[in-house]
């Protein structure tokens, strides 16, 4: 099976440092995704990748960036934490074109103070 | 991109069929309609797919109507383990996104 581990699952952090947000995935997946997830939204996407290096503005990048440095690992960094970005972060995994499945990690709940 | 429009809620008695419905009547002929769903605590899992033709897997089937404007996810025996909410999710087809929208939270009943 393919596993998505995401570092942590509750985080909290104070407004205005840097977070790291980690996610592995072990299928050797060229896709790799960011979304958040907040009540009566749904989630949204907010930067992918297609390959080591690639990157992708989803819906919502403002505030966001990503690395990706290794074909098994994206980094989601919020540069200046905010209040709201206060919300569930999930990352997901996919092999070849858009009709594959995505494979999702269960979650990092960030808290911003 | 096209939108689809789902109950916010649904319940049905466990061992029963459920049927959750989904309305895109937007839809372009080029567009996939995904299905996921998130277990409580969990990250979304994929349950099926399909473009024009229904759809059979382990999990469940895809009824999609002739004219593509609205589909139907059945779950031919539920169990409280099907207990999730249930996106529908069309995606463009050369579109990598997936945009997911609020879904149907499924309650089973013992």
């Known amino acids: 099976d393919v596993k998505v581990t995401q570092s942590s699952r509750y985080l909290v952090k104070r407004t205005g440092e840097k977070v790291f947000l980690e996610c592995v995935q072990d299928?050797?997946?060229?896709?790799m995704f960011w979304y958040r997830q907040d009540p009566g939204l749904g989630l949204r996407l907010i930067y992918f990748s297609y390959d080591v290096k690639m990157k992708e503005k989803g819906d919502i990048p403002e505030g966001y960036s990503v690395s990706r440095e290794k074909k098994e690992r994206f980094s989601l960094i919020l540069e200046s934490a905010s209040t709201n970005q206060t919300s569930m972060y999930l990352c997901?995994?996919?092999?070849?074109?858009?009709?594959?499945?995505?494979?999702f990690g269960d979650g990092t709940r960030l808290s911003i103070l | 991109d096209a939108k689809t429009t789902q109950p916010n809620s649904m319940e049905s008695n466990e061992e029963e069929p459920v049927h959750l419905p989904c309305n895109h009547s937007?839809?372009?002929?080029?567009?996939?309609i995904h299905w996921y769903r998130q277990l409580p605590s969990q990250g979304p899992e994929y349950v099926i797919h399909?473009?024009?033709s229904n759809v059979n897997n382990r999990m469940a089937s895809l009824a999609i109507a002739e004219d593509r404007k609205s589909s139907t996810l059945i779950l031919h025996r539920a169990t409280l383990r099907d207990a999730a909410v249930y996106y529908c999710?069309?995606?463009?087809?050369?579109?990598?996104?997936?945009?997911f929208g609020t879904g149907t939270r499924l309650t089973i009943i013992p």
């Open positions: 997901a995994s996919r092999t070849g074109g858009g009709n594959q499945p995505q494979h």
């Open positions: 299928m050797d997946h060229e896709n």
């Open positions: 999710i069309l995606r463009p087809f050369g579109n990598e996104k997936l945009t």
């Open positions: 399909g473009l024009t």
């Open positions: 937007t839809i372009s002929g080029t567009d996939y």
